[in-house]
């Protein structure tokens, strides 16, 4: 096996692929010595050591005027006096953790997970797994202690809002690495599976009160904008403006074609309805009273009009059958879920620094309050929320004051 010098310091590389350096590049020494200064050089081989370091549970002691590196694996230690003949010692016994398969098991899962899922895996990983004892732990030897000893670090960097559903988020990804393990032959057992926690060790997800069961005038003017700045980005961003515009179940919106739309009488028909978090089309609304006309306003306009020719430039087709809601992904025209939607509302309230999250189907009753309060009669509302009778849609109006400056409008043109 060669070995590359720069600086009179080693570049190591994986145990695991050591003959073949596919785990780290090998740097030329003239082109090292070259292209960097020796302050950049020996910040570069330091990152690259620590990395080494903490993938494979090595220990970098001071011994004199150098450095003797330590490893346990499976009940034997080794020592050697330097980087690259300890990991050759270690070369076919070499443990597997969690932060030395991560981008193995994360390449497995890319072309078969929805891109919302990745990103929330990632997050995940990084925040909670990557920095715990759990990930540098060899995967053959987690046992459920471990697993309770990786919750109580869980919750420590959570600090406030640990509930069982937030566990079971981080759970599944942790359990998913171990269960590629297992298809691997590295491991036999997943003790993520078998670590049970009783209910009192949870924070009780929030309930929310009537109050809190709708955005504010002013969290929805935040949240509008928000998605008006992102969507130059993600167009997806504007189908949580038109819930906000035309007070669609997330089911509705999911479902819209082109063909819904008269642009010449500014309205939308809604006709259909999809359920399976939105991976089934019926052809039908919920009930009769779903299958509806509603007025849109220039900012539901604008939305459509901006999805539209996005859809265009990027070769999403437009023709009145196909639906307003598509996206790209590796050159495949992929429908939304309602997921889509849920994930894109939940982490711009967590950005913005909302502390109470409340879900799509609160914009529906934003959108319910925000009519009433402006003037609304709850007849006219109760036909544009699909509802069957007006005490369905009373439940929805969270806020039943009237508008002060409309109440005066209203006086004024009686005579």
């Known amino acids: 096996m060669k070995t590359e010098y720069c ?9 695991r692929q050591i003959d073949n350096y596919s785990d780290y590049d090998r740097i030329s020494s003239d082109a090292f010595l070259m292209l960097f200064t020796e302050e950049d050089r020996k910040k570069m081989i330091k990152e690259k050591e620590e990395k080494i370091l903490k993938q494979y549970g090595i220990s970098k002691i001071p011994y004199g005027d150098s450095y003797r590196y330590y490893a346990r694996v499976k009940g034997k230690k080794y020592r050697r006096t330097d980087l690259i003949t300890l990991l050759e010692d270690l070369k076919g016994i070499q443990k597997h953790t969690i932060n030395g398969i991560w981008d193995e098991y994360l390449q497995t899962r890319i072309d078969h997970r929805e891109a919302e899922t990745i990103k929330k895996d990632i997050s995940t990983y990084n925040t909670y797994i990557s920095e715990s004892a759990l990930a540098d732990k060899d995967i053959n030897e987690i046992r459920i202690a471990d697993i309770k000893e990786f919750f109580v670090y869980c919750k420590k960097v959570n600090g406030h809002s640990f509930t069982r559903k937030y566990w079971n988020g981080i759970k599944r990804v942790v359990s998913g690495l171990i269960g590629y393990s297992m298809e691997k032959g590295w491991t036999e057992y997943n003790a993520a599976l078998q670590a049970k926690f009783e209910p009192n060790e949870f924070k009780p997800p929030i309930h929310h009160d009537k109050k809190e069961l709708f955005f504010t005038e002013k969290e929805t003017g ?19 403006i038109l819930l906000f515009a035309i007070g669609l179940r997330i089911g509705e919106l999911n479902s819209l074609k082109w063909l819904d739309i008269n642009w010449d009488s500014e309205e939308i028909h809604i006709q259909r309805e999809s359920t399976g978090g939105g991976r089934t089309i019926n052809n039908h609304t919920k009930t009769p009273a779903g299958d509806r006309f509603i007025p849109l306003n220039k900012t539901a306009l604008k939305c459509l009009k901006a999805i539209k020719d996005h859809n265009r430039i990027s070769g999403i087709p437009v023709e009145d059958n196909d639906f307003i809601f598509q996206y790209r992904k590796k050159g495949v025209i992929k429908s939304t879920t309602h997921r889509t939607f849920e994930y894109r509302l939940y982490h711009m309230q967590h950005d913005l620094g909302y502390t109470v999250i409340r879900s799509l189907h609160d914009v529906r009753r934003t959108y319910a309050t925000n009519c009433y309060k402006h003037g609304i009669d709850l007849k006219t509302l109760s036909e544009w929320m699909g509802h069957t009778t007006t005490e369905q849609t009373k439940a929805y109006i969270k806020d039943g004051k009237v508008d002060e400056k409309l109440k005066r409008q209203i006086i004024e043109q009686i005579c």
């Open 7 to 15: 600086n009179n310091s080693l570049i190591g590389v994986s145990a």
């Open 222 to 240: 935040e949240i509008i904008s928000e998605c008006f700045r992102l969507a130059s980005e993600d167009p997806l961003f504007y189908g949580l």
